[in-house]
């Protein structure tokens, strides 16, 4: 009986623990994910206004050439993968033609 209940608590102490441990995992990810997003929410905005600008910028110069252009900021479909972040370059060499992302084969 006395050995049942040692058992027991022995079985506890381990719940516990393991309980603990997986608590601060789950915190230890929560904190890495709000400190991306606050990565994230102090870059994008200066980021995209860069971005627009330039773009503001390169459109002009286009039109003053007779082309049409543009830039935008790329956004991976999981915005949190910051190194699949990129520009793209879109332009017109014809009237009535879409704008075509630049490439190295365009």
């Given amino acids: ?7 027991l608590l022995k079985k506890r102490n381990q719940d516990v623990y393991r309980a603990a441990l997986w608590l601060e ?13 606050s990565v994230k929410q102090s870059w994008v905005p200066h980021i995209t206004s860069l971005v627009n600008d330039i773009s503001t910028k390169f ?3 286009m039109a003053g050439v007779g ?8 956004v991976p479909e999981d915005p949190n993968t910051f190194i699949s972040y990129g520009i793209s370059i879109k332009v017109s060499f014809r009237d009535h033609q879409h704008l075509k992302e630049l490439t190295a084969q365009y």
Avoid: C, P
Avoid at 1 to 7: A, H, S, T
Avoid at 25 to 37: D, L, P, W
Avoid at 67 to 74: C, D, R
């Fill in 1 to 7: 009986m006395w050995e049942d209940r040692l058992e």
């Fill in 25 to 37: 995992s789950n915190a230890n990810q929560f904190t890495a994910k709000i400190h991306v997003e």
């Fill in 59 to 61: 459109s002009k110069f």
């Fill in 67 to 74: 082309y049409a252009g543009e830039v935008t900021l790329s």
